[in-house]
Nanobody, 113 residues
Framework: QVQLEESGGGLVQAGGSLRLSCQASSRAFNTKVLAWYRQAPGKQRELVASITAGGSPDYADAVKGRFTISRDIRRRTISLQMNSLKPDDTAVYYC???????WGQGTQVTVSS
């Protein structure tokens, strides 16, 4: 069974930080790549960050230097530490397992100016 469940979203002021977590089922976690995407109102869903099974991260230019993706093998989670948040980061953030084309339900992040 493939499952992804996000948590950690909320409301934060510009310049603040949030940490998102994605709890993955064993089948989902043991794939080559897991990723975070986001979708702002009226915009297309976009890749934020991804991480390989070996722990190699990749980031969208818009978040480089501010966001950090990581994976915890013991807990089967991937996390997204978001620092120096901007109003443009406001979106629903989704955890994604590309191998299964599976999406979590999403968690709302709102950054106020």
């Amino acid at each position: 069974q493939v499952q992804l469940e996000e948590s950690g979203g909320g409301l934060v002021q510009a310049g603040g930080s949030l940490r998102l977590s994605c709890q993955a089922s064993s089948r989902a976690f043991n794939t080559k790549v897991l990723a975070w995407y986001r979708q702002a109102p009226g915009k297309q869903r976009e890749l934020v960050a991804s991480i390989t099974a070996g722990g190699s991260p990749d980031y969208a230019d818009a978040v480089k230097g501010r966001f950090t993706i990581s994976r915890d093998i013991r807990r089967r989670t991937i996390s997204l530490q978001m620092n120096s948040l901007k109003p443009d980061d406001t979106a629903v953030y989704y955890c994604h397992a590309p191998f299964y084309s599976y999406w979590g339900q999403g968690t709302q992040v709102t950054v106020s100016s």
